[in-house]
């Protein structure tokens, strides 16, 4: 098996999506109260020889800072000697790696994520029907019908990480939280966006729905 070097090309890539997506998603106001965390994947997943990027624990997100990002390996400890600790919730983003071989994750809290993820707890899913921004995540059935699972949510991070492991469905690229938040991903930085922005295109859909047909 070849393991090619992570370059410092690499890193800094991924840094930047991070720094542009960060501004963004903080624009949207979709990081209120240092909620939220973002990582991107350096190395090769299939040689099991890859760091990520991800922002640092606490931090208000809508500023840019030489603090705002640490690499950690594929069990979240950090990769070099820093003062910065990665996110609360970086082994979530460990198990997704591990699991789907994506190359970035982005979670985010919102109203309408908190209140569907509850709104549809005791399905455990969240159901979306026929709505044409469900292509986004590469299913192009007419009229297709999806379920994005949701999980509890704990104050203890890693007793989160066996449900995310039982319930992440590869055709669905994203798991929400009970109450808390969703997490997305995909191939690259790009793909996680556009399929972040699906997701919460959906959920507010959802919720107005749901509203209309006087379900609350
Ligand atoms: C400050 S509330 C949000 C946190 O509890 C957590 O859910 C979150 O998304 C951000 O944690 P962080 O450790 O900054 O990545
Ligand atoms: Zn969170």
Known sequence: MSFAAITLE??????????????????RGWFPGTSGNLSVRVGEFASDDFQFAITASGKDKSKSTPEDFLF?????QPCERTNLKPSAETLIHCEIYRMTGCGAIFHVHTVFNNIVSELFWDRKSIP???????KAFNIWDEDAQIEIPIVSNFA???????EV???????????ML???????????????????????FLFEYVYRWALLKKDL
């Open 178 to 200: 009970r109450k808390h938040g969703i997490y997305a991903w995909g191939a690259n930085a790009f793909e996680a966006k556009r399929h972040l922005e699906a997701f919460e």
């Open 128 to 134: 979306v029907d026929g709505v044409e921004l469900i």
């Open 165 to 175: 492991t039982d319930r992440l469905d590869p055709r669905i690229p994203g798991i």
């Open 10 to 27: 690499e890193k800094q890539r991924a840094l930047a999506e991070l720094t542009e997506v960060k501004q963004l998603f903080a624009s």
């Open 72 to 76: 950690v390996d594929q069990s979240g």
């Open 156 to 162: 203890h991070i890693p007793s989160i990480v066996p």
